[in-house]
């Protein structure tokens, strides 16, 4: 029941993200100070249920790249989506993560500090 609690806080910050902005696998692990934790991210995000409206397309990988590999989905639908959020990517499918990286100010810090997470 904990790794639901998980997915559940996963997709709240996924959710603060705003238009036009990306995190990290990792960076949504570490606010959960679950720094280990970025597949266990994605594994939310491919669970989210359709009726959340979760932004997921939002989260990409360290290096600032989709990376999609389920074979549900199709990787162009996440750069589409980023790219309708004035998103741009370079030639090799980069992001400028100093650009496009999600800074969070203190207020949505505490925020987060105030989910009440699950035991680890």
Same mark, same amino acid.
């Given at each position: 029941?904990?790794?639901k609690g998980?997915?559940?806080?996963?997709?709240?910050?996924?959710?603060?993200?705003?238009?036009?902005?990306?995190?990290?696998?990792?960076?949504?692990a570490?606010?959960?100070?679950?720094?280990?934790?970025?597949?266990?991210?994605?594994w939310?995000?491919?669970?989210?249920?359709?009726?959340?409206?979760?932004?997921w397309?939002?989260?990409?990988? %360290?290096k600032g790249? +989709?990376s999609?590999?389920c *074979?549900?989905? =199709?990787?162009? $639908?996440? /750069?589409?989506?980023l790219? %309708?959020?004035g998103? +741009?990517f370079d030639?090799r *499918?980069?992001? =400028?993560?100093? $650009?496009y /990286?999600?800074?969070?100010?203190?207020?949505?810090y505490?925020?987060?500090?105030m989910?009440d997470l699950?035991?680890?």
């Open positions: 029941m904990a790794e998980f997915f559940e806080k996963v997709w709240q910050i996924v959710a603060l993200i705003p238009r036009g902005k990306v995190a990290t696998y990792g960076q949504i570490s606010m959960l100070d679950s720094p280990r934790a970025a597949r266990t991210v994605g939310a995000l491919h669970s989210t249920p359709e009726e959340l409206d979760i932004p397309q939002r989260v990409i990988n %360290s790249r +989709v999609i590999d *074979g549900e989905h =199709d990787p162009n $639908l996440q /750069r589409l989506l790219e %309708s959020e998103v +741009v030639a *499918g980069y992001i =400028d993560l100093a $650009l /990286r999600w800074q969070p100010d203190d207020e949505i505490e925020q987060i500090e989910m699950p035991e680890q």
